[in-house]
């Protein structure tokens, strides 16, 4: 396994909910900002959408198209974090993927898939 293990997502109804989970390093997660990103695979050339981010200090920011229904936290216990969604809707569906940035050097897990349809 890698320093970032992304799982939860699923197929989920307009409405529904999922929780996302980040397993990170020990390191990553006591020195690194961490967040989601989602992509949509229209085009490997797209670029990631923000989703949301957490700091070493338990700072959060959200992009402005979750603000309202996502809400990102930190288990120190566990090294992870978890973004919990609620009110999914269909322009929610894509890849999303756990990110840990510190100085400007990224790292990314595999990500998992969200798909938000009747």
């Known amino acids: 396994q890698g320093d970032l293990v992304d799982s939860g997502g699923g197929l989920v109804q307009p409405g529904g909910s999922l929780r996302l989970s980040c397993a990170a390093s020990?390191?990553?997660?006591?020195?690194?900002?961490m967040g989601w990103y989602r992509q949509v695979p229209t085009s490997q050339r797209e670029a990631r959408e923000f989703?949301?981010?957490?700091?070493?200090?338990?700072?959060?920011q959200y992009g402005d198209s979750v603000k309202g229904r996502f809400t990102i936290s930190r288990d120190h216990a566990k090294n992870t974090i978890y973004l919990d969604m609620n009110d999914l809707k269909p322009e929610d569906t894509g890849i999303y993927y756990c990110?840990?940035?510190?100085?400007?050097?990224?790292?990314w897990g595999l990500g998992t898939q969200v798909t938000v349809s009747s």
């Open positions: 990110n840990a940035v510190l100085f400007g050097q990224n790292h």
């Open positions: 989703i949301a981010l957490v700091t070493v200090g338990n700072s959060t």
């Open positions: 020990a390191y990553y997660f006591a020195t690194h900002t």
